[in-house]
């Protein structure tokens, strides 16, 4: 079974400054996506960043950086240069392949709430 | 490229009633998977359809059920509506059957209100 542990129930962080959201995983699986969402007040999911479990080099997408420590098994976000509208619940997720069985099943984590200050 | 489109995006039913959300992936998408998110217990997986056929199911009652059509878009259905149905459902369409290294991309959500 897969699990994603989010320990960060809110986060505050003043406009322009960086901040990191944690996420641990596990997995017995040595195939695994890793990917975090941004939730909106608006309800809606949007993709911001993915990891593959081999892939060497940390993904990164514009403001948006993932910090992948396997042996550790986290996967933190790093959000560089905050803005007012990354305020926002941000969720951790988890897709393996479970021996074939999981397919597209994703696990999520309970969300971090960030919130930015002006 | 269009993305992952909900309908509808709101809906209000009684106890007891029936309710069809629909779902259609992006194109090229075969794959699409449902979740459930309330705020007591979270973003729960419900189940996943790839070419028609549903490959994976979560820990929901028998009142929840889909099926997925020929041109990949996708309908989940939930029967006898109890009040703890009321929930944002979302919808993520991917491009292949779920491997591991593939993106999922998430319509705006129905949030249903069961009175």
């Known amino acids: 079974a897969q699990k994603i542990t989010q320990t960060q129930p809110g986060m505050f962080v003043q406009e322009k400054e960086a901040v990191t959201l944690d996420c641990t995983y596990d997995?017995?699986?040595?195939?695994?996506?890793l990917f975090w969402y941004k939730q909106p007040s608006s309800g809606e999911m949007i993709f911001l960043i993915y990891q593959g479990s081999y892939d060497e080099q940390n993904a990164t997408e514009g403001r948006y950086s993932l910090n992948f420590q396997k042996a550790r098994k986290s996967a933190n976000l790093v959000i560089s240069a905050s803005q007012l509208g990354d305020s926002a619940m941000y969720f951790c997720a988890m897709r393996a392949n479970a021996g074939g069985t999981s397919y597209g099943k994703l696990t999520f984590g309970q969300g971090t709430i960030l919130t930015v200050h002006p | 490229k269009a993305g992952v489109t909900q309908t509808p995006r709101y809906l209000i039913k009684t106890r007891g009633q029936q309710v069809t959300l629909s779902c259609s992936p992006i194109s090229g998408h075969r794959s699409v998977s449902w979740y459930q998110q309330t705020p007591g217990q979270g973003l729960q997986f419900l189940f996943e359809?790839?070419?028609?056929?549903?490959?994976n199911k979560g820990n929901f009652p028998g009142r929840f059920s889909g099926r997925q059509f020929s041109n990949s878009r996708s309908e989940m259905n939930v029967s006898t509506l109890e009040l703890g149905d009321s929930a944002l459902y979302l919808c993520?369409?991917?491009?292949?059957?779920?491997?591991?290294?593939?993106?999922?991309?998430f319509g705006q959500g129905t949030r249903l209100t069961v009175v």
């Open positions: 993520a369409s991917s491009s292949t059957a779920g491997f591991p290294n593939t993106e999922a991309f």
């Open positions: 997995t017995s699986d040595q195939s695994y996506g």
């Open positions: 359809y790839f070419s028609e056929t549903q490959r």
